[in-house]
């Protein structure tokens, strides 16, 4: 028990060093990149600020927070991860992270608090596979060109990324079973929205600094898996999150399934707010956060099951 108590502190130790490293490297590359921040910043009416970071603040949403309800990992690295990564994403402007991070926790106390948590988890499968097939025709629904729904979003960045849904939304609805084929995202970035992409700060219209059809990618993995692979990619996804549910449903207890969730919500909530289905840097994320938990939870494990013989 003392080995395994051990290497989960270890684990610990690497990991936020880890997050350290990654916030230093993001730090370096920003102050290299101001100019870029600067230029945007008169472009959009947005000062500087922590949204070049949004990888950084995502890996401590996906890595961190389901560290909190693994079963056996002691208050003070409970209270200090939550209130760590609490503090910097309320202190950032990284939407995903911030909701992610949200959904998440309450999520997670839903599922520690009621009486009969898989009746919670069979309802947050049933929605995300209703989203996973409706998003694209969801996403049409969303006014983009109207001034005051624009307004009432905190970020252009943001409001440009609706643009992106919408626009991806539209041409997978016109290939709706194989879609366009791998890598169609980078074909449609190439061509320029036929409508002014205009955000609002502070009530002023600001123009998209691209204008493409979707940018380098769709920011919405559900929307580029339709648009590249149709009705069959989403059917793959949905069949990933029926595996993730019978995942749920073999935690040997209540804290170890409340963590799972926190790892599944993190990662589901982020790809659907902004990430692409592909990204290099977001799917090794995504593999290092389950590779991480699942090691962890078998250190857990392990220690447990030393102190009970």
């Known amino acids: 028990a003392r080995l395994e108590a051990t290497e989960t502190r270890r684990m610990l130790q690497v990991l936020l060093g880890t997050v350290v490293l990654w916030?230093?490297?993001?730090s370096l590359d920003a102050w290299q990149g101001y100019p870029i921040a600067s230029d945007y910043a008169a472009k959009t009416?947005?000062?500087?600020?922590?949204?070049?970071?949004?990888?950084?603040?995502?890996?401590?949403?996906?890595?961190l927070v389901p560290v909190m309800f693994w079963p056996g990992i002691a208050v003070f690295w409970r209270w200090a991860v939550g209130l760590g990564v609490g503090i910097v994403l309320y202190t950032s402007i990284c939407e995903t992270a911030m909701v992610s991070f949200a959904v998440t926790l309450v999520g997670v106390l839903i599922v520690l608090l009621l009486p009969r948590p898989k009746l919670f988890l069979r309802a947050v499968m049933v929605m995300a596979t209703v989203l996973v097939l409706g998003l694209p025709t969801l996403s049409r629904q969303l006014?983009?060109?109207?001034?005051?729904?624009?307004?009432?979003?905190?970020?252009?960045?943001?409001?440009?990324?609706?643009f992106y849904w919408d626009n991806a939304s539209r041409l997978s609805l016109e290939a709706p079973i194989l879609g366009y084929g791998g890598e169609a995202s980078r074909y449609f970035s190439e061509i320029p929205d036929p409508r002014p992409?205009?955000?609002?700060?502070?009530?002023?219209?600001?123009?998209?600094?691209?204008?493409?059809?979707?940018?380098?990618?769709?920011?919405?993995?559900?929307?580029?898996?339709?648009?590249?692979?149709g009705g069959v990619g989403a059917l793959f996804l949905i069949g990933g999150l029926w595996c993730w549910y019978r995942y749920w449903g073999e935690a040997p207890d209540r804290r170890t399934q409340a963590a799972r969730f926190a790892l599944f919500s993190a990662v589901f909530v982020a790809m659907n707010a902004a990430w692409g289905a592909w990204q290099t840097d977001w799917v090794a994320v995504i593999i290092l956060a389950a590779v991480f938990n699942t090691r962890l939870e078998d250190a857990v494990t392990s220690a447990q099951g030393d102190q009970t013989t």
């Open 23 to 26: 916030f230093t490297v993001y």
């Open 45 to 63: 009416g947005e000062v500087f600020g922590l949204h070049l970071f949004n990888r950084p603040l995502t890996f401590c949403a996906l890595l």
């Open 143 to 162: 006014p983009v060109e109207s001034p005051d729904f624009m307004t009432a979003l905190r970020f252009t960045s943001f409001q440009h990324r609706l």
């Open 197 to 229: 992409q205009k955000a609002y700060v502070n009530g002023k219209a600001v123009y998209s600094m691209d204008g493409k059809l979707v940018g380098l990618h769709p920011h919405n993995g559900v929307i580029q898996l339709w648009l590249e692979y």
